[in-house]
């Protein structure tokens, strides 16, 4: 299934309420079993998606209406993660083994994507980002013990956290998605603050590894004109180049980013001063 969401214009969003809000930022459905879910949305056009195959492998597959392309990668490449059990992703007949958070990038030009839960009674529980693409860089797996990490902020200020950077210029190769992990030290519950835009380029956020009962409050808006979702395990959200993201949890949790747009420098942020934030 492809929903799709369109770019909001940020005067428009500061009279939004909660509702409206979260229809247009949060994606909640992405993870059903059996399912491949997907919202596309027309900022910086990342499809973002999630696939729990459980007996039968389920087929990367979209409705030449939403892609206008005979087949998914035609003119997109993709980056996957694994956020469940172990699976596999086969790409135009050879298997790609993905454990829990192992990544995979696959690029334009190959026409059969199939995923693959090892058990189904454990399955894999695919996260998906897919950009368009205008060139071919090979298959690549980044097992989360070869990705490289960075070691960011501090038990003092609860955000003591490592980014893990899977698919960017000094990693595995593509030609926009630019696509990492973080995950907060327990005792850590805030991510990305100091926070940042970047009207160069979007991003999406999935939250996960969240207890049930868990929430992160995402923060979001023109720097001066902040507003937050309430967000769940498993759920994702869009943040336009002009909105902060940012969070704070009930507990520590880990995300996925994804990015694309003009560049792939992952330090082209603009920062926002502190005292600047409303
Ligand atoms: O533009 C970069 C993205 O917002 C994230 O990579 C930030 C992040 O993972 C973090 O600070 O923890
Ligand atoms: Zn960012």
């Given at each position: 299934?492809?929903?799709?969401?369109?770019?909001?214009?940020?005067?428009?969003?500061?009279?939004?309420?909660?509702?409206?809000?979260?229809?247009?930022?949060?994606?909640?459905?992405?993870?059903?079993?059996?399912?491949?879910?997907?919202?596309?949305?027309?900022?910086?056009?990342?499809?973002?998606?999630?696939?729990i195959p459980l007996k039968e492998p389920v087929k990367l597959e979209?409705?030449?209406?939403?892609?206008?392309?005979?087949?998914?990668?035609?003119?997109?490449?993709?980056?996957?993660?694994?956020?469940?059990?172990?699976?596999?992703?086969?790409?135009?007949?050879?298997?790609?083994?993905?454990?829990?958070?192992?990544?995979?990038?696959?690029?334009?030009?190959?026409?059969?994507?199939?995923?693959?839960?090892?058990?189904?009674?454990?399955?894999?529980?695919?996260?998906?980002?897919?950009?368009?693409?205008?060139?071919?860089?090979?298959?690549?797996?980044?097992?989360?013990?070869?990705?490289?990490?960075?070691?960011?902020?501090?038990?003092?200020?609860?955000?003591e956290r490592t980014i893990y950077k899977y698919f960017h210029p000094?990693?595995?190769?593509?030609?926009?998605?630019?696509?990492?992990?973080?995950?907060?030290?327990?005792?850590?519950?805030?991510?990305?603050?100091?926070?940042?835009?970047?009207?160069?380029?979007?991003?999406?956020?999935?939250?996960?590894?969240?207890?049930?009962?868990?929430?992160?409050?995402?923060?979001?808006?023109?720097?001066?004109?902040?507003?937050?979702?309430?967000?769940?395990?498993?759920?994702?959200?869009?943040?336009?180049?002009?909105?902060?993201?940012?969070?704070?949890?009930?507990?520590?949790?880990?995300?996925?980013?994804?990015?694309?747009?003009?560049?792939?420098?992952?330090?082209?942020?603009?920062?926002?001063?502190?005292?600047?934030?409303?």
């Amino acid at each position: 299934m492809m929903e799709n969401r369109y770019a909001t214009h940020p005067t428009d969003t500061k009279s939004y309420d909660t509702e409206r809000l979260r229809k247009q930022f949060l994606m909640e459905g992405l993870f059903v079993p059996g399912q491949l879910n997907m919202v596309y949305s027309h900022v910086d056009r990342l499809i973002t998606g999630g696939v729990i195959p459980l007996k039968e492998p389920v087929k990367l597959e979209a409705d030449k209406h939403d892609i206008g392309a005979d087949y998914f990668l035609e003119r997109r490449e993709i980056g996957i993660v694994n956020i469940g059990a172990k699976g596999s992703v086969i790409v135009d007949g050879t298997g790609y083994e993905l454990d829990n958070k192992d990544g995979l990038y696959v690029g334009l030009g190959n026409r059969e994507v199939w995923f693959k839960s090892a058990d189904a009674l454990n399955p894999a529980r695919f996260y998906l980002s897919s950009a368009p693409a205008h060139q071919h860089y090979p298959t690549e797996k980044v097992a989360i013990g070869r990705a490289e990490p960075a070691y960011l902020g501090s038990l003092a200020q609860s955000n003591e956290r490592t980014i893990y950077k899977y698919f960017h210029p000094n990693g595995v190769q593509s030609c926009q998605l630019v696509m990492g992990m973080t995950l907060l030290k327990p005792g850590s519950m805030w991510n990305t603050m100091p926070s940042h835009t970047h009207s160069r380029r979007s991003e999406t956020y999935l939250y996960f590894d969240m207890p049930e009962d868990g929430v992160v409050f995402h923060m979001m808006g023109e720097p001066s004109e902040t507003r937050h979702l309430v967000v769940r395990n498993e759920q994702a959200v869009i943040s336009p180049s002009w909105s902060i993201h940012s969070g704070v949890g009930t507990c520590h949790y880990t995300f996925i980013w994804a990015m694309a747009g003009e560049n792939q420098e992952f330090a082209d942020m603009d920062m926002i001063a502190m005292q600047d934030l409303r």
